[in-house]
Structures are given as structure tokens and as C-alpha cells.
């Protein structure tokens, strides 16, 4: 699998910002087939920090309503990376 297929984006929210500043934790919506190991590797080589820890955990897709109809939005997985001391990734490096 290729590098760039693994890490799909960051997740961005007030709880992953709070991680990322006081516990060294980053982020990610990874591929649903990735395994920890290729996640590990992704980050390690697309950003160039060690990775200390893994954990992967699979969303569930919400049901959405517009009007009468229902639909179903897709389930996604997650990772939370934990970087080891001193590392940093920044996400927004001109704002």
C-alpha cells in the first residue's frame, strides 16, 4: 500500500488540537484495510518523527436525514498516533 493512501488527513478537532499540545498525540483518518504497522510506517517516513505508540479504532457511519429521506453516511477508521518526546508534527505551518 502506497504511503500517501495510508494517511488520508488529520482529524481536526478541539479534542485531537488539546492531545496534540499537552500529550504529544496526532491524528489521523487512515484507510480502513491499514494495519497498525503500515500506519507506524506512513507517519514515521511522511513526516520524518518517531512514533512511540499506535491505536487504531473503527468509526461507525451516522445516519443522516434531509426531509424525508435517510441516508447513511460511510464508516471510517481512525488513528491516534502517540509521537515520542520531542517530536513534534505541525499541521499549519504558515498560520
Known amino acids: 500500500m502506497n504511503l500517501h493512501d ?3 488527513r488529520p ?3 478541539e479534542k485531537s488540537s488539546i492531545a496534540r499540545d499537552e500529550l504529544n498525540i496526532a491524528t489521523f483518518r487512515v484507510d480502513p ?3 497498525k504497522h ?3 510506517r ?3 517516513e511522511l513526516f520524518g518523527v518517531k512514533v512511540k505508540d499506535v491505536r487504531t479504532m473503527q468509526q461507525p457511519g451516522k445516519k443522516k436525514r434531509v ?3 435517510v441516508g447513511r453516511k460511510p464508516a471510517w477508521k481512525k488513528a491516534i498516533v502517540v509521537l515520542a ?3 513534534t508534527i505541525e499541521f499549519f505551518e504558515g498560520v
Open 38 to 40: 503500515e500506519v507506524r
Open 6 to 8: 495510508v494517511i488520508q
Open 42 to 44: 506512513a507517519v514515521e
Open 33 to 35: 484495510h491499514a494495519t
Open 67 to 69: 426531509g424525508k429521506s
Open 85 to 87: 518526546e520531542g517530536q
Open 11 to 13: 482529524v481536526i478537532t
